[in-house]
């Protein structure tokens, strides 16, 4: 990215659209509004577009009610979209990854500029700020700020934005993307107003009673594959709607197989009769490459250890696939 164009960009007051990927997790909901306090602040007319709804344990994030959900007014946001100057990209780095804003974003005449941190990214931008090593686009966004030399301008507002994408991105900082320059950025963020307690309570001790019993479920479900040091949780829709399942209700799920000793890979896979598909959570220990593995069998793609896909099959069938296909990684997981 070319820095100096890119903060001349910014000298004159903008238009700006911040979007993240559909089904937007912490890190694009902390980025998109960590980035959108920030522009605001320095005179730039900003709106965050998601392309549909997100968990309810996001909703409280510091400018979430500011944010316009495509899937519910799309009249609103398309006609943001048209009139934007700039269009920033965060945590996607292709457009199809936008859902059904795709096709308003590719007729955009605006300059978009990506920060992301995922592999393989599109052409499309015109300023691209791409680090598959980063441990999250919160941090790249801190990172975006100091370049721009306005680290001053980081409020308590915008550090807990960016603390929370952090948090949520690295597994509450236990993943190997978690450098010690992600942990200075940390400390900078709590000198700078956030309260890392009450954020860690915010995300991760809300849940409901059905939510628990769905965890139950997951367990139930836990089967483990010794021979491929593998692990796997199903959810049929059933389960789902027997628990009043609700969007982010099954987060972190995936991570209970990798917990157990020995585990190299873990999935879970979660039936949604509305999309006709099947989704799939992925995470690995070590050299394993889950971002591989999901490009080549379920359509997906990610990070080296996190990664996500679909598949048309049945739920079963989805499984039974998954199953055939450990033979050829049998050394890859025994290593």
């Given at each position: 990215m070319d820095v100096k164009e890119v903060k001349e960009l910014l000298n004159s007051s903008k238009k700006i659209i911040i979007t993240a990927h559909k089904n937007p997790d912490g890190d694009a909901i902390g980025s998109s509004l960590a980035l959108y306090h920030y522009l605001n602040g320095i005179g730039h007319d900003v709106t965050v577009i998601m392309p549909n709804e997100y968990p309810e344990f996001l909703k409280w994030i510091p400018g979430e009610h500011t944010i316009i959900k495509f899937s519910m007014d799309t009249e609103i946001a398309t006609t943001k979209i048209q009139e934007a100057d700039l269009i920033f990209t965060l945590d996607y780095n292709h457009l199809s990854r936008s859902g059904d804003m795709e096709e308003t974003l590719q007729k955009s005449e605006a300059t978009f500029i990506m920060i992301d941190h995922h592999q393989q990214p599109d052409s499309y931008p015109t300023y691209m700020y791409s680090d598959t090593d980063m441990s999250s686009t919160c941090q790249m966004i801190y990172h975006f700020i100091e370049k721009l030399e306005d680290l001053s301008q980081i409020t308590a507002e915008i550090a807990t934005c960016i603390y929370i994408g952090i948090m949520t991105d690295t597994g509450s900082f236990r993943f190997r993307s978690t450098t010690s320059t992600t942990h200075r950025v940390l400390a900078d963020l709590i000198d700078r107003g956030a309260d890392n307690t009450s954020i860690h309570e915010?995300?991760?001790?809300?849940?409901?009673l059905s939510r628990l019993q769905l965890k139950g479920v997951a367990l139930k479900n836990l089967k483990v594959l010794p021979d491929y040091n593998t692990a796997y949780i199903t959810m049929s829709q059933k389960e789902l709607d027997t628990h009043n399942f609700k969007k982010g209700d099954t987060e972190g799920f995936v991570n209970l197989g990798l917990s157990i000793q020995g585990i190299k890979l873990a999935l879970i896979f979660i039936e949604n009769?509305?999309?006709?598909?099947?989704?799939?959570?992925?995470?690995?220990?070590?050299?394993?490459?889950?971002?591989?593995?999901s490009r080549n069998h379920f359509e997906g793609g990610g990070h080296h250890n996190a990664s996500g896909g679909k598949s048309n099959l049945s739920l079963a069938d989805t499984v039974d696939k998954f199953i055939s296909i450990l033979p050829s990684y049998k050394n890859a997981l025994d290593q």
């Open positions: 915010s995300i991760y001790d809300t849940n409901t009769k509305n999309e006709g598909i099947i989704k799939i959570s992925l995470r690995s220990k070590g050299d394993f490459s889950v971002n591989e593995f």
